[in-house]
Nanobody, 120 residues
Framework: VQLQAFGGGLVQAGGSLRLSCAASGRSIGTYVMGWFRQTPGKEREFVAAISSSGARTYYGDSVKGRVAISRDNAKNTVYLQMNSLKPEDTAVYYC??????????????WGQGTEVTVSS
């Protein structure tokens, strides 16, 4: 599975941004999809995950209540809607695919990141 994240950019604090992750090479319909983020010098942090059907979602504590993960298996795409953005949300965001639900970074497939910068 090849994954490509896009939709990042510069946004003011309090604003919103929607990230997308387009998959190719294989259907993501049987995969758990996740979003992670990373800033220089820090470990990659779990942001959100969604089950293959979309019925279950999980969120990291630092973003809970402000972000929503969703997926459209027909379009082979996963989304991350981020609201009420804070400067500390500034990071490179990565999408990933796994066969089993997990919040660790042990996902089988990773896409290139998309950079999000939140200005104060």
């Amino acid at each position: 599975v090849q994954l490509q994240a896009f939709g990042g950019g510069l946004v003011q604090a309090g604003g919103s941004l929607r990230l997308s992750c387009a998959a190719s090479g294989r259907s993501i319909g049987t995969y758990v999809m996740g979003w992670f983020r990373q800033t220089p010098g820090k470990e990659r942090e779990f942001v959100a995950a969604i089950s293959s059907s979309g019925a279950r979602t999980y969120y990291g504590d630092s973003v809970k209540g402000r972000v929503a993960i969703s997926r459209d298996n027909a379009k082979n795409t996963v989304y991350l809607q981020m609201n009420s953005l804070k400067p500390e949300d500034t990071a490179v965001y990565y999408c990933a695919a796994a066969r089993l639900m997990k919040v660790s970074t042990e996902y089988e497939y990773w896409g290139q990141g998309t950079e999000v910068t939140v200005s104060s």
